[in-house]
């Protein structure tokens, strides 16, 4: 079984990066990957006007520490591979902080369409992960422009006419963000 990370309250920059995306798009339900901290994520999504909550655990250590601290009765809590959700709901967020290289994601990258906001570390470099997340969607880089406020981050344009908006950041490790909402 794999060692927890204890928490992710003290990450001071992926709060700032889901602040910089959670404060464009509105949603009420959220499907999505609440990690360790549970109740500080489901609090700061309900702050953001979220009211459902859908939130899939596949590692049991943390299913087990989320139910043991879970104080929100409305979320439905599932001990099963996101892969598994329905990835065309309505008016829903597809929140999918998975933390790991994007080389052994590319079902999960292509899955889910619209809505949603994919995390992943950079250990194999930012530009291996940016054409891996590209080639799992099938889609090609057209243009892009960078912008360094609010905080730095990218718009990838693809030849299919579709935005992306992207965040590099680090706290424990090299980390991105891919949304497309």
Known sequence: ???LKPTYTDATNKHAVREFYLQRFQFQQVVGLAGPDINEYISFL????????????????????????????????????????????????????FCVSVRYMKDYISKFKDNFIMTFSTRIGVQETIDTFFEARNEQIDSYIEYSSPIKHTIFKTQQDTNYLFTRYFDTSGMCCFAKI
């Open 46 to 97: 309900k702050n953001k006007g979220c009211e459902s909550f859908e939130i899939y655990e596949r590692d049991a250590a943390t299913l087990v520490k989320q139910l043991s601290t879970l104080k929100e009765s409305a979320v439905h809590l599932k001990y099963d591979d996101i892969l598994k959700a329905d990835a065309n709901k309505e008016n829903t967020l597809y929140d999918l902080d």
């Open 1 to 3: 079984m794999r060692k």
